[in-house]
């Protein structure tokens, strides 16, 4: 079974600092991530994957995420946060080795960038 | 500009009664997911399907809730008969890139059971 973790509830960083959210993820085939965005009242929408090759992918709006086989993780990082950037971040797998192509998400982190 | 359609995007009901939300996925998707999200529970899988066959619906309680695909331009979720902690927002997505390719979201079906 393919499971994701987000540990942190919520995460706050002033407007300009660097942004990192956290991700674990576990699944027996290969790690297929993604990251998704929410804002309030709306559907969620695609940042960035891993699929395969460079370790770091970038995504939309500036996010880039790092995927490290050995930790299990894909961490979503920004270098300067915007107020903007202030919605509830998903995390999610898929198992590669898997036919079914079922995409598992995590509970959701809500960042708060304040001015 | 393509996009996942749900209806309703608001629905109020009294406990007991039947609902059935739609979505109109993005054409030329092969794959359509159902997703449940409460804020105790997260965004969960209720089902999903690839070419209009249904692969997995282990996550959707089976005595109330039935997911189809009568065509491909159309999924429907229904739920007979509806209790109140089945409130929550319903999502559809839509893929089309197999295993690889993201899911476009819809913008949810918000449901109020009373």
């Known amino acids: 079974a393919q499971s994701v973790a987000q540990p942190e509830d919520q995460v706050n960083v002033a407007e300009g600092n660097p942004l990192t959210v956290k991700c674990t993820y576990s699944?027996?085939?290969?790690?297929?991530l993604f990251w998704y965005v929410q804002y309030p009242n709306r559907g969620l929408q695609f940042l960035l994957k891993?699929?395969?090759?460079?370790?770091l992918v970038k995504g939309s709006y500036g996010f880039e995420a790092e995927f490290n086989k050995s930790q299990t993780s894909f961490h979503l990082k920004k270098p300067s946060a915007l107020v903007s950037d202030s919605a509830l971040y998903f995390c999610a797998v898929r198992d590669g080795s898997s036919n079914t192509g079922k995409l598992i998400f995590g509970q959701g982190t809500t960042l708060q960038v304040k001015p | 500009d393509a996009r996942v359609t749900q209806t309703p995007r608001d629905k109020v009901t009294e406990m007991g009664q039947e609902v059935t939300m739609r979505c109109q996925p993005i054409?030329?998707?092969?794959?359509v997911f159902w997703y449940r999200q409460t804020m105790m529970q997260g965004l969960e899988l209720l089902a999903y399907f690839r070419n209009r066959a249904p692969l997995d619906d282990s996550g959707m309680p089976k005595d109330r809730f039935s997911a189809e695909m009568p065509d491909a331009t159309l999924a429907t979720l229904k739920i007979q008969p509806s209790e109140p902690r089945d409130s929550a927002v319903y999502f559809c997505?839509?893929?089309?890139?197999?295993?690889?390719?993201?899911?476009?979201f819809g913008e949810g079906s918000r449901l109020t059971v009373l």
């Open positions: 891993y699929i395969t090759g460079d370790n």
């Open positions: 054409l030329g998707h092969n794959t």
């Open positions: 699944v027996s085939g290969n790690p297929y």
């Open positions: 997505a839509s893929g089309g890139e197999g295993r690889t390719g993201e899911l476009f």
